[in-house]
């Protein structure tokens, strides 16, 4: 099946500095990547959507300015949390959707993120 | 708008018991549903899913059939094992092929 891989799987980080999370498919082109974010106990919420070559749709509530997602190519996305926050410290999770009409999306393990 | 409502977990079985997650929907129009799982210390996988009424999704002994009557996409395990403790996942794939998902059921599987 198609896998998605994250980098890093765990960081650390100061209050006040940013973090680049990877999102990468191995075999196979992703026109659309998702990023999620899990809190504890609770369900997956979706952040935003990335398309290949255009920006990125932001759900509401949250702050592109401090989530930057970049998807330059059919196989990578990266996820910066800019300035981050103890408040940021989650689990985020991104997805991939092989081909444009295609229901199925392929999550990658997962970057657990801890803001001291 | 589209919701997905499962039940509050955790759901603790004794080995080779039979398990049902139960799992609803509202939505507009005809969405696909699916369940994912998600084992301890990794990642989401898909489990099964179902893209129209009456259909049964399968895998790795589970089972889910899409009821467009009662709106609902139960999962069912007719013999469970330890190793299918996890944390499933019901979703519905709306007109945009956004998932929207359920909170989560936790399944813990005692030998």
């Known amino acids: 099946g198609a896998v998605v891989s994250q980098h890093p799987s765990w960081v650390i980080c100061k209050s006040g500095t940013s973090v680049k999370i990877e999102c990468r498919s191995l075999d196979f082109q992703a026109t659309t990547m998702f990023w999620y974010r899990q809190f504890p106990k609770q369900s997956l919420m979706l952040m935003a959507t990335s398309n290949e070559g255009s920006k990125a749709t932001y759900e509401q509530g949250v702050e592109k300015d401090k989530f930057l997602i970049n998807h330059a190519s059919l196989t990578l996305s990266t996820l910066t949390v800019t300035s981050a926050h103890p408040e940021d410290s989650s689990f985020y999770i991104c997805s991939a959707r092989v081909v444009a009409g295609q229901e199925t999306q392929y999550f990658g393990p997962g970057t657990r993120l801890l803001v001291l | 708008g589209n919701s997905v409502t499962q039940m509050e977990g955790p759901v603790t079985l004794s080995e080779e018991a039979f398990l049902t997650i139960n799992c609803t929907y509202t939505a507009t129009g005809y969405p696909s549903l699916f369940w994912y799982v998600q084992y301890p210390g990794e990642g989401l996988q898909l489990l099964l899913k179902?893209?129209?009424a009456d259909d049964k999704g399968s895998n790795k002994g589970f089972e889910a059939t899409y009821r467009k009557e009662t709106t609902s996409f139960h999962l069912e395990k007719g013999s469970v094992q330890v190793s299918d403790s996890a944390v499933y996942f019901c979703?519905?794939?709306?007109?945009?092929?956004?998932?929207?998902w359920g909170a989560g059921t936790k399944l813990i599987i005692k030998p």
């Open positions: 979703a519905l794939s709306d007109s945009n092929y956004q998932l929207i």
């Open positions: 179902a893209t129209k």
